[in-house]
């Protein structure tokens, strides 16, 4: 059997050079609205920093604060932007020079991140990169008299969504659903990341690097 290989890529601080979804707030709210907004998620936060909460519940309560008022269509077409103007900027060369390098061997590259895919999928289809990452699901009414399209544009997103989070271990199970077990027992695996979030998803692999590429 002949084993396939695949590049496993955190994003944010392991590809990009700072935490992208920050940055993605600032896009969306400017210096001063995401001060004050983040103000809002304070002690969420600091009840993440005692492990009294999980990463999910403070990912979702941040994206209900900022984004509750917006419609779907108004997200999505933001998310694009930001990806297109700004996400190239904070791009690591060494990093895009290690993902060449894989892509020249004939390696499967797939980014596995705990930001949102909604603005990270533009920039991963822009190098034909596949892409795992946390999802934000919505829960549009139904209605008879409009097309899930058009509710997409009218209707706030509000209260009605859930996030995929896509952290820690859930990468790692991410992984194995996305691939399938048995591609995942045909495979060796390269993985790439920075943090804690990234622990399982370097322990999973055959060849791990934390803050470094080779």
Avoid at 28 to 35: N, R
Avoid at 65 to 80: I, K, L
Avoid at 89 to 107: E, M, P, Q, S
Avoid at 172 to 197: C, M, P, Q, T, W
Wanted: net charge positive; glycine share 6%.
């Amino acid at each position: 059997m002949k084993i396939k290989k695949c590049a496993l890529f955190d994003f944010d601080k392991t590809i990009s050079d700072r935490d992208s979804l920050l940055g993605f707030l600032l896009f969306s709210e400017g210096k001063l609205g995401t001060l004050l907004k983040l103000l809002r998620v304070t002690p969420y936060v600091f009840a993440y920093v005692l492990k009294i909460l999980p990463n999910k519940v403070i990912k979702k309560k941040l994206f209900q604060v900022f984004f509750s008022d917006w419609s779907v269509e108004e997200f999505q077409r933001h998310s694009r932007e930001y990806s297109q103007r700004c996400i190239p900027k904070i791009i690591r060369d060494d990093a895009l020079r290690r993902i060449f390098w894989h892509k020249k061997k004939g390696d499967r590259v797939i980014v596995v991140s705990a930001t949102f895919k909604e603005y990270l999928q533009h920039w991963c289809k822009s190098y034909n990169l596949e892409l795992i990452a946390t999802e934000v699901h919505f829960d549009l009414a139904s209605s008879s008299s409009t097309t899930p399209q058009d509710k997409s544009k009218d209707q706030s997103i509000g209260k009605s969504f859930t996030i995929n989070n896509c952290y820690g271990p859930e990468k790692v199970s991410r992984i194995k659903e996305y691939l399938g077990e048995r591609e995942v027992g045909e495979n060796y695996f390269y993985a790439y990341g920075d943090s804690d979030g990234d622990r399982e998803m370097l322990e999973f692999a055959d060849e791990g690097y934390y803050r470094r590429f080779s």
